[in-house]
């Protein structure tokens, strides 16, 4: 099945109300998986992948070699981002308090297909096992990204980049870390979490 049929297939969106066809085939692009993510995702006892997205694609770290900064290579997990909230960087909240508001997943991540990343909190994104608000666990390991770059647990990517990948999944249903090759939402998941301990 092609990407035209899936969208013909999938026409409605969220409580049947119609969706951009991108934001169809960002949730329904499993079975169009890169086998080259997926090779690396699942390399039993592999250690967490400090690349970025063109970068794990040949190799070869992206740095320059005349570049004398280290890279940073200590990203955690959605769980650990859950269970830390004491830990999140400065500017993020994961509760509303008197003093400030929870984090919005929209207002980093904006026009998601679906009500948890609509409305939900960067929290609530963290905390759902709904496959169908959160396809492949994307926006608990974005959210995990997210607090990882800002929390200078790792510096190969950056917040433009994870808008840059949120942008193209849900515009064109993929995202192209290089010339010829399309992530899907599943791919992205992978390649994030592989950049976690």
């Known amino acids: 099945m092609d990407i035209q049929d899936q969208d013909q297939d999938q026409a409605a969106g969220v409580g049947g109300m119609p969706s951009k066809p991108g934001r169809r085939r960002f949730a329904s692009a499993g079975a169009k998986a890169s086998g080259v993510i997926l090779t690396l995702a699942s390399t039993p006892g592999m250690a967490c992948v400090c690349k970025t997205p063109s970068g794990s694609l040949s190799g070869n770290l992206q740095t320059s070699s005349h570049s004398t900064q280290t890279v940073v290579c200590n990203g955690m997990s959605p769980g650990y981002w859950k269970n830390w909230p004491d830990q999140w960087p400065s500017g993020c909240y994961p509760t509303t308090t008197a003093y400030q508001t929870a984090t919005k997943f929209a207002t980093i991540f904006p026009n998601g297909a679906t009500t948890l990343y609509q409305t939900g909190t960067l929290m609530d994104v963290l905390i759902s096992n709904d496959p169908a608000q959160d396809p492949h666990n994307l926006g608990a390991h974005l959210v995990a ?10 510096s190969f990517f950056t917040v433009a980049v994870l808008k840059t990948i949120w942008h193209d999944l849900y515009t064109y249903g993929y995202y192209a870390p290089a010339a010829g090759v399309k992530w899907f939402a599943k791919d992205v998941a992978n390649y994030l979490s592989s950049t976690e301990n």
Do not use: F, G, T
């Open 145 to 154: 990204a997210y607090l990882n770059v800002k929390s200078n647990k790792i």
